[in-house]
């Protein structure tokens, strides 16, 4: 889904990049998909405990606007697809 940009960093704690090319990065939340490890499981119970209004999407795709490294949340979604 679309959403309203909104500025992030990339080096989010949360996230891990999946795809990426000089404009976009498709990234996923730890503790969705596969592997993870610890801190994986940390992450997804999180998720599961916030109430369901404040869970996070489990895909974001970013867009880099030029050389800044100033990264702009512009879709999210339960899927990669």
């Known amino acids: 889904m679309w959403v309203e940009p909104e500025e992030v960093g990339l080096a989010a704690p949360l996230w891990v990049s999946e795809r990426a090319n000089p404009f976009f990065i498709l990234q996923r939340r730890k503790g969705h998909g596969r592997g993870g490890g610890l801190s994986g499981l940390l992450v997804g119970t999180l998720d599961v405990v916030l109430d369901s209004s404040a869970r996070v999407a489990p895909y974001r795709i970013l867009l880099q606007?030029?050389?800044s490294q100033?990264?702009?949340?512009i879709a999210c979604g339960q899927s990669s697809d």
């Open 70 to 73: 100033v990264y702009w949340i």
């Open 65 to 67: 606007a030029g050389d």
